[in-house]
């Protein structure tokens, strides 16, 4: 069938989808048809599949000009990367052991208790998501570092640089997204398997170990790797507060920026983008089996009073939170201490930055921020809408294509982004610098969170509304128009919010893309750490989570009045 053909789609066994040809478009609506596929992939192309393939051809290049696996060989003599890589996999399987149990005892205590203080838990969740990942580091250099809270208030000097620094940072920044996957594996279960063990004598433990562990293994699996995904691949957390103990993320940046190595840089890049990718599938696979367990029919279990049990889940629930809290809201006071921590009046000075280029970096972002949600979310729509027409091996391409950089850490993905762009000879060689390059390089990097959540929300669309257009002979324009923008309202508003606040705090993806004539607010946090002006970079932080903290009650807002009554 053609892929520029209208038509609905029907659930087959596995998850398949079978479409249905309407009538042939016609000339004008086919041409439009072309543009909402050709644009977007044209864009996926040039933003994602260029740049990867020049980090993997700059891997192969030689410092004498040649082709070959010099690079690769000289990695075997960079005792340096190896320690990385051990140092890198054991903090991921400390962190993702250590989020895990902790995931699991606050997505419970949500969903199975009474508990009390949900909403507290619930807020406390979302403040890593609104700071940059290196906003925790911060903050734990403020309370247990040389000089933190902790040891002038117990006259000791703890030394939080290093792995146990870094574990925790690491806990806290991965803990809300392992939240989310866990609860949404909670609320796949059904009630009646519940009911039907009661009847049949099984005790809560008993229930617990059959029912609730079986039920949310993928779910534990999916969380699992994620958090793996995540620490591996972080690096504003690695600067802060690593020390000595070298990552492959700041591995990566020291042969780049420090050595000017650029090969061992691509290499490295490629090093860490094997077990980044090999978590994504794994990942995926969990999630998939994860959504097939429970029916359609399902009830969620309700859950009932029981006050031993909903006192200790709150107590450790809400110890998780505040933990989190104090962390977050540390980094906000040390803003207006005049001298963290030996002189604690209050103070605005911190707030009049006048190095690493002031608040500029702030409105750079805010400006690469709004271009990478607009046209974004433009281009998402047009994809997820055009690939929702295609059948066969085009629609499995493009959507492959389309959730392949997930897999991509930031890091790798900015690094190629240097390869293809700083080329001036090339035609694309004159984005290199730009803020629409900056935009697309986050954009990108959040691209597959972004596609999947616009192909779901499409998935929801009544199919009626779409045969009401073809009957009154409405084209592609009045399907867009008056079917699919309406109905995507809630989901376009999210989509832009995501990408906006993504855009606006991340590190790794633009490390390597700024310039001295054009920074980004992460940025500019991590150079005020790295000059010593801490209090600076927790007033820059602070400004950052009150315009990330805006746009989200702003969604809020959006989203509460487009909600039908």
């Known amino acids: 069938m053609s892929g520029h053909e209208r038509h609905d789609e029907r659930a087959l066994p596995g998850g398949e989808e079978e479409p249905m040809t309407a009538a042939p478009l016609a000339a004008a609506d086919r041409w439009l048809m072309r543009a909402c596929l050709y644009v977007p992939l044209a864009a996926l192309l040039l933003f994602f599949a260029l740049p990867m393939g020049f980090i993997a051809w700059r891997s192969l290049m030689q410092d004498d000009g040649g082709i070959g696996f010099a690079n690769y060989l000289a990695l075997l003599d960079t005792p340096g990367v190896w320690q ?26 949500m969903e199975r208790t009474c508990m009390r203080g949900r909403r507290f838990v619930a807020a406390a969740l979302t403040l890593p998501l609104l700071a940059p990942s290196l906003v925790l580091g911060l903050g734990l250099i403020f309370i247990l570092g040389r000089n933190g809270i902790v040891g002038q208030l117990l006259g000791i000097r703890p030394d939080i640089y290093g792995f146990h620094g870094l574990l925790i940072a690491d806990v806290l920044y991965a803990l809300p997204q392992a939240v989310l996957i866990l609860r949404a ?87 860490l983008l094997l077990p980044a990718a090999l978590s994504v599938w794994i990942e995926r696979v969990a999630a998939q089996r994860q959504a097939g367990i429970g ?110 950089p997930v897999g991509v850490p930031g890091l790798v993905l900015g690094l190629a982004y240097v390869f293809a762009f700083n080329e001036p000879a090339l035609p694309w060689g004159a984005l290199y610098g730009s803020l629409f390059l900056l935009a697309m390089c986050n954009f990108y990097h959040y691209h597959t969170q972004g596609y999947v959540s616009m192909a779901t929300g499409l998935r929801a669309v009544p199919a009626q509304l779409e045969e009401a257009v073809a009957v009154l002979g409405g084209g592609v324009g009045r399907l867009l128009a008056d079917v699919h923008l309406p109905a995507l309202r809630i989901t376009l508003w999210a ?68 909600r039908v009554p």
């Open 295 to 404: 029916a359609e029919s399902a009830q969620p279990p309700q859950p009932r009073i029981a006050r031993g049990r909903d006192g200790l889940y709150a107590i450790a629930c809400l110890g998780i939170a505040s933990a989190i809290c104090a962390v977050v809201a540390t980094v906000v006071i040390a803003g207006f201490i005049r001298l963290w921590p030996y002189r604690l009046d209050l103070t605005l000075k911190h707030y009049d930055i006048t190095v690493s280029g002031g608040y500029a970096s702030l409105w750079a972002s805010l400006a690469v921020s709004l271009i990478a949600a607009t046209a974004g979310t433009l281009l998402l729509f047009l994809l997820a809408f055009s690939v929702r027409r295609l059948s066969g091996w085009p629609a499995r391409a493009a959507t492959l294509l389309a959730t392949l």
């Open 185 to 271: 594996a909670l609320r796949c279960a059904d009630a009646r398997q519940y009911e039907a063990a009661e009847v049949l004598g099984a005790t809560p433990w008993r229930q617990f170990r059959d029912i609730t562990l079986p039920g949310m293994r993928y779910g534990l699996l999916s969380a699992g790797f994620v958090v793996f995904t995540v620490t591996i691949t972080d690096f504003g957390n690695a600067v802060v507060i690593g020390g000595d103990f070298s990552v492959l993320a700041t591995e990566i940046y020291n042969q780049v920026s420090g050595q000017m190595r650029f090969g061992i840089g691509a290499v490295v890049g490629l090093l």
């Open 84 to 109: 990385a890589t051990r140092n890198s996999l054991g903090l991921g399987v400390a962190t993702t052991a250590i989020t895990l149990l902790l995931a699991f005892v606050l997505a419970y205590g």
């Open 495 to 562: 989509v832009a919010a995501f990408l906006f606040m993504r855009s606006m705090v991340t590190l790794s993806a633009v490390i390597f893309l700024v310039t001295p004539e054009l920074s980004l607010s992460a940025v500019t946090v991590m150079r005020l750490d790295e000059a010593g002006f801490t209090s600076q970079a927790a007033a820059f932080s602070t400004c950052i989570m009150a315009v990330v903290g805006a746009v989200a009650l702003l969604l809020h807002r959006l989203t509460s009045r487009c």
